[in-house]
């Protein structure tokens, strides 16, 4: 399957997915604006605000981090495109992973063209996750290996502790071919050294 038929299959899988991806693809967009944060990735990525004020991540296929990408090994193309991958997966495998990783659309949004549309997950990277909702954290350690995780740093996860619910976020450098770069991933080192 070439990139465009890859491209095809994942946005005809939205189409036809949950309510809340129909919503994504559909709802109006207020405003968006590049997205500022304490911990800024290298890639391009925009706060996107809906008629409703829910909020989106929006990253777009013009927007990767080239030398990133090419740390990694990763096309930047597929970057974007493993934001949808991951939620579909995770979809697909219900809970708790459909849980962890926030919903994914690929959209067009006017003036930055297509790209993966994320469900905004609110918390911040707290480490208090691996006390207060072990089972989470042990299940995003299983998560992270099997779809290859390159780059589950220290801030690539939001944790809200009022509702003790975790969101991995980031997935653009995953799906690694074997021999592929790996920063590697806290919750899956932090499993293996815990059982």
């Known amino acids: 399957m070439d990139l465009q038929e890859r491209v095809n299959a994942l946005f005809m899988a939205n189409t036809e997915g949950s309510p809340v991806e129909q919503l994504m693809l559909r709802e109006p967009v ?8 304490a ?17 989106a991540i929006f990253k777009p296929f013009n927007g990767q981090h080239i030398p990133a990408c090419n ?10 495109l493993h934001e949808v991958a991951a939620w579909r997966l995770a979809a697909t495998m219900g809970a708790p992973w459909d849980q ?10 006017p003036s930055l063209e297509g790209g993966a549309l994320i469900n905004r997950r609110r918390g911040s ?8 909702a072990r089972a989470q954290a042990d299940a995003a350690g299983f998560w992270d290996t099997l779809i290859g995780q390159q780059d589950r740093h220290s801030t690539n996860f939001r944790y809200e502790s009022e509702t003790r619910s975790l969101a991995l976020i980031d997935h653009a450098f995953s799906f690694a071919l074997a021999g592929n770069t ?9 499993r293996r050294s815990e059982h």
Not at 30 to 37: I, M, Q, V, W
Not at 182 to 190: D, L, P, Q
């Open 71 to 80: 740390h990694y090994q990763q096309d930047p193309v597929e970057a974007v």
């Open 39 to 55: 911990n800024p990735g290298a890639s391009e990525a925009h706060l996107v605000v809906f008629e409703s004020r829910r909020e």
């Open 100 to 109: 962890l990783v926030p919903a994914a659309v690929l959209r067009q949004l």
């Open 182 to 190: 790996s920063n590697g991933t806290i919750f899956g080192a932090r």
């Open 30 to 37: 207020l405003e968006y604006a590049p997205l500022a944060t």
């Open 125 to 132: 990277p707290d480490p208090q996750v691996f006390e207060d």
